[in-house]
């Protein structure tokens, strides 16, 4: 995570669950604070979304790469510039 220009190193926990063609989701800094995916697009390996924690909205692109996903999230907290960079891994 990159905020005001300090580089961050921090896990999340993202949940993905697919009916279909459908995805829906939740997100959050670990398994009890999770928040609902909203706007979930999908088209071929890219998936964009947002997170509204009730005081950030955070927007992310993603991209398949295998059986990893890697992409980046911005949101704007406190009047600052966030940049979150994702290289998720599925968990069993």
Same mark, same amino acid.
């Given at each position: 995570? #990159? /905020?005001n220009g300090e580089n961050r190193t921090t896990t999340a926990v993202l949940i993905?669950?697919?009916d279909? #063609? /459908?995805i829906t989701g939740t997100a959050g800094r670990d398994e009890s604070e999770?928040?609902?995916l909203e706007n979930v697009k999908v088209e071929g390996d890219k998936l964009t979304?947002?997170?509204n924690d009730g005081d950030t909205v955070?927007?992310?692109t993603l991209q398949a790469e295998g059986d990893v996903i890697k992409g980046e999230a911005k949101a704007q907290l406190d009047g600052q510039a966030m940049t979150v960079v994702f290289n998720l891994k599925?968990?069993?």
């Open positions: 995570m #990159n /905020r993905f669950k697919q279909g #063609n /459908r999770q928040h609902q979304f947002e997170i955070v927007k992310a599925r968990q069993n």
